[in-house]
């Protein structure tokens, strides 16, 4: 099964609890190019009247741009505000979208967390002496 099926197959079920999704990531699709399965993408978004409110590269190399991190939400929710911010701390910059979900005064902490399994930590060990620290020493 493809990805466009997979993903259609998964907006379907949460539209079926009457929930709007907001589905966001690294995708690793650049939707700065287009081509034939960006195209299908867009078209299946837009078929669920869905978009991706980041405009803006989120990757930037010496030699490269690119946009492969999403937010995606349903065009009738109001987005305040986007924004696309180098934090210094990867490659990738973030990605900051203010939605009105309605309401008055809703605090909603959000969790953000990694998963932190067997693989990602073995991965994590492999990378971590193949960073340069001069500027955390120098500093």
């Not at 650049?30 to 081509?35: D, E, L, Y």
């Not at 929710?77 to 990605?95: F, M, N, W």
């Not at 991965?123 to 620290?133: A, N, Q, S």
Request: net charge neutral; hydrophobic share 40%.
């Amino acid at each position: 099964m493809d990805i466009s099926k997979n993903l259609e197959l998964i907006i379907q079920k949460i539209q079926s609890i009457n929930k709007k999704p907001v589905l966001c990531g690294d995708w690793n699709l650049n939707f700065m190019v287009k081509n034939k399965i960006l195209q299908e993408l867009q078209n299946l978004l837009e078929s669920y009247n869905m978009m991706n409110t980041v405009r803006s590269p989120t990757r930037i190399t010496s030699s490269n741009e690119s946009l492969i991190d999403v937010t995606i939400t349903y065009k009738d929710i109001p987005i305040l505000s986007t924004a696309v911010v180098d934090l210094g701390l990867s490659d990738h910059l973030v990605q900051i979208v203010e939605i009105n979900i309605g309401g008055e005064n809703r605090r909603t902490k959000a969790v953000v967390r990694r998963q932190l399994t067997h693989n990602s930590v073995e991965e994590f060990k492999h990378l971590l002496p193949k960073e340069v620290w001069n500027d955390v020493y120098n500093a």
